[in-house]
């Protein structure tokens, strides 16, 4: 995701408007909502309380920043988002298309998922 992200970013609006840290943002956006799916999921299974509790401002901004602190370190620190362009430049048309075909499935399951569970979950309890 991150390298498809990067490279349509830089053919986009090129290196002037920080392709790296756009996909970086993007990649840990999507671990945000898979996050947030996890606990609605967690919450329908009665293993934690995600809707009645709920989580103050601080504590998804704090959660937030970790994602982005961890994508950081595996992803852009001392350039390694170089090596996974290297990597990827290297596939035939035919691999990018199945590729970027199931990434494109991925990203909207990880939409549709929440809202699909929340809207659920509200018909169960009102």
Known sequence: ???RLF?????????????QGNALIGVSFVMFLNLNALGVFLDFMGWFRYFEGGLSK???SIILLIILGFNYFWLMH?????????HYKKESKA??????FILWGYFVISLV???LMISIHKQLIG
Do not use: H
């Open 1 to 3: 995701m991150y390298y």
């Open 7 to 19: 490279t349509w970013n830089l053919k986009k609006w090129g290196r002037y408007d920080d392709p």
């Open 58 to 60: 601080i504590e998804v």
């Open 78 to 86: 001392k350039g390694k988002y170089l090596q996974l362009v290297k």
């Open 95 to 100: 691999e990018r298309r199945k590729n970027t």
């Open 113 to 115: 998922l929440p809202l």
